[in-house]
Structures are given as structure tokens and as C-alpha cells.
């Protein structure tokens, strides 16, 4: 039934009827304006929930375990700082316990137990007697019935030294001459670099894969100044020296009887040409199984123009006649 209707053959004032009319045509507004946002919203709640699903397949993409762009030890940095926080906040919490109770005073470890230090580690010790022989209690004196040995691990960092070499100079009179000792042979010739200096900084480049220029403020920190190009000069002659050791480790690979080869193909810049050529990073290393001691040995090559690049025996084969041509090739190869 119409309200409308109602009201105006109900004879009412004129001015109720259009204040009625009004309200009605508001609340209709209202209504549809309601209708309109409830849309919007639920439009809004979708797009949400979607983005929220897209997010979580990115990152079980990203982060995921079988995830080849996210290692296992990029994964462990989370797990680092877990730990750290973890330990953090028990510091936080737990009281120091008081080291004068002895035994009684030790705080029981939740963890498992801790790996035995190396025996082969030096061991520096230090002696903790009590501060008077004799029984607090009844003066008498003590007797040692047993010792309580606890170890630490320590370190010490990179220490800098100097060695100087001094060679007296002794002259003979009669016949005019002056004799000193020869001169040690040097990794450097005329470089201020000891062989222990020269295997830290080779150590730390490509072992713990630290840059020069942080080796350089490891230097700095101490008062010795390494500049980077000096340590890149190093770097170059340290593998000019050791090259005939790299050679000798190949030879002894190739008397392996398995021999494991990986390539890496990588595209080099050729600038006579003005583009790019084919060439190879390898690795060939010996099987775990062969008695002696595991070699692996890196190879850097620019094929020719008739090497087979997809042939994984070829490029074992060429390994073998790159370093030594008379290697017999019944060699076995593992791939």
C-alpha cells in the first residue's frame, strides 16, 4: 500500500505529505548508496584476497625449500637470527648465576651437549687456587682431593708482524773481499710481503671469499696500510708461483683411475671481433673412493673451432691432452 496515496486522501496538511515524500526519496538514496558501497567492498575483499594468494605463491616461489633461488644457507640466515634474539632474550631474563656458590651456582643448560674442543688445539692454562690454604672453619689445612677443568675456546685475530732480516757484513783484510749471507728466495722478488702474508690475503680472497677492499680494513684497523692495488698485484704473482703446483696436481689427477668432470659455459668478450665467443669454466675432481688424498683441479679453456662443445668425454679428453698429450685415454670418466 502506498504511503503517499494514504496520506493524501487522508486529507493531511500538504506539508507532512512533502516532508514524507522527502524522507522516502532520502531513504531510497540511502539504500542505493548502501548497495553501491557494499559492492565496492566486496569488490575490495576480492582484490585483497588475491594479491594475498599471488603474495604467497611469490614467496613459497622465493623462499621456499626446494627453491633453487633461495638456498640452504641463505635459509640458515633466518634461523641465525632467530637463535640470536632467542639467546638475547633469555640473557634478558635468566639472572647471572653467582660464581662464588660453585657447583650450586651453575645455571642447567636446556641444550644438548656441546662438541668436544679439538685435541690438537695449544692449551694455555690458568691455575685458580683459593685464596687461603687453610679450612675457614677449623684452620686446619687443605688437601687436594681432585681438580675441577673447564675449557674455553679462544681466538686470536690476524696479527701483523714484522720479521727483519739482518746479515751481517764481515770483510777480510787481506784479501779485500766482503762476504754475507745470500739472500733468502721470495715468493715477490723485492716485495715487503712474508709467504705467511701472502697465503693469509690468497686465503681470505678465495676461501673466505672476502674482497680486497675488506682486507685492506682489516689492515687498516691494525695501522697497516694494503691497498688494494698492491693486494691485486700480490694476488697475480701468487698464482704465477704457484703454477707449477696446479700443474702437478693435474698430473697426479690424471693418474686417477676415475676422474669426475662439470663444466660452467660461459660467453667471454671477444673485442677484436666486437662480440662475444664460446668458453668454459672446468672442474675436475677425483673420486672419494681412490686411495690419497681428494684433488680437484679448475680449468679455463676457449675452445677452437672444431671442439666438440657438447660432448662430456671430449672435454675430459682434451683436459688430458691439454696437460699432457701422452696421457693414455683409457682413463675412466665419470660424468
Same mark, same amino acid.
Given at each position: ?44 575483499? @576480492? ?16 623462499f621456499g625449500q626446494k627453491s633453487e633461488s633461495f638456498s640452504g644457507e641463505?635459509?640458515?640466515? @633466518?634461523?641465525?637470527? %632467530? ?25 642447567? *643448560? ?6 668436544p674442543l679439538p685435541a690438537d688445539l695449544p692449551r694455555v692454562e690458568h ?33 701483523? @708482524?714484522? +720479521? ?38 690468497? %686465503? ?89 688424498? *681428494?684433488?680437484? %683441479? /679448475? ?7 672444431? /671442439?666438440? +662443445? ?8 682434451? /683436459?688430458?691432452? @691439454? +696437460?699432457?698429450?701422452? %696421457? ?8
Amino acid at each position: 500500500m502506498d504511503l503517499l496515496n494514504e496520506l493524501t486522501r487522508a486529507n493531511h496538511d500538504p506539508a507532512v505529505i512533502a516532508k514524507v515524500r522527502a524522507l522516502m526519496e532520502q531513504s531510497v538514496r540511502a539504500e542505493q548508496m548502501l548497495a553501491k558501497n557494499s559492492a565496492a567492498l566486496a569488490e575490495k575483499d @576480492f582484490k585483497i584476497a588475491a594479491l594475498t594468494l599471488e603474495l604467497a605463491y611469490y614467496r613459497r616461489i622465493k623462499f621456499g625449500q626446494k627453491s633453487e633461488s633461495f638456498s640452504g644457507e641463505q635459509r640458515e640466515l @633466518f634461523d641465525e637470527t %632467530v637463535n640470536t634474539d632467542l639467546a638475547a632474550t633469555e640473557a634478558e631474563l635468566v639472572p647471572p648465576a653467582d660464581t662464588g656458590e660453585g657447583e650450586a651456582g651453575k645455571r642447567k *643448560r636446556s641444550r644438548a651437549g656441546r662438541q668436544p674442543l679439538p685435541a690438537d688445539l695449544p692449551r694455555v692454562e690458568h691455575r685458580h687456587e683459593p685464596e687461603s690454604c687453610q679450612c675457614a672453619a677449623c684452620g686446619q689445612g687443605l688437601v687436594m682431593i681432585g681438580e675441577d677443568i673447564s675449557e674455553q675456546l679462544d681466538v686470536e685475530p690476524a696479527r701483523f @708482524f714484522v +720479521h727483519r732480516h739482518i746479515r751481517p757484513q764481515y770483510a777480510c783484510r787481506a784479501c779485500e773481499t766482503v762476504i754475507a749471507a745470500a739472500v733468502p728466495p721470495a715468493t715477490i722478488d723485492g716485495g715487503m710481503a712474508a709467504p705467511g702474508l701472502l697465503a693469509w690475503v690468497a %686465503v681470505s680472497k678465495y676461501t673466505d671469499h672476502l674482497p680486497l677492499y675488506r682486507i685492506e680494513q682489516i689492515g687498516a684497523r691494525q695501522g697497516v696500510p694494503l691497498a688494494r692495488s698492491t693486494l691485486a698485484e700480490w694476488i697475480g704473482k701468487i698464482g704465477v708461483a704457484l703454477q707449477p703446483l696446479g700443474e702437478r696436481l693435474a698430473e697426479l689427477l690424471k693418474e686417477r683411475p676415475c676422474l669426475h668432470a662439470d663444466e660452467t659455459p660461459v660467453r667471454q668478450l671477444d673485442p677484436g671481433e666486437g662480440k662475444t665467443r664460446h668458453a668454459y669454466l672446468w672442474a675436475y675432481r677425483s673420486n672419494d673412493l681412490d686411495e690419497g688424498p *681428494r684433488i680437484v %683441479v /679448475f680449468d679455463y679453456l676457449i675452445p677452437c673451432s672444431n /671442439f666438440d +662443445h657438447h660432448s662430456p668425454v671430449r672435454k675430459v679428453v682434451n /683436459f688430458c691432452e @691439454f +696437460h699432457a698429450p701422452t %696421457v693414455p685415454l683409457s682413463t675412466t670418466i665419470a660424468t
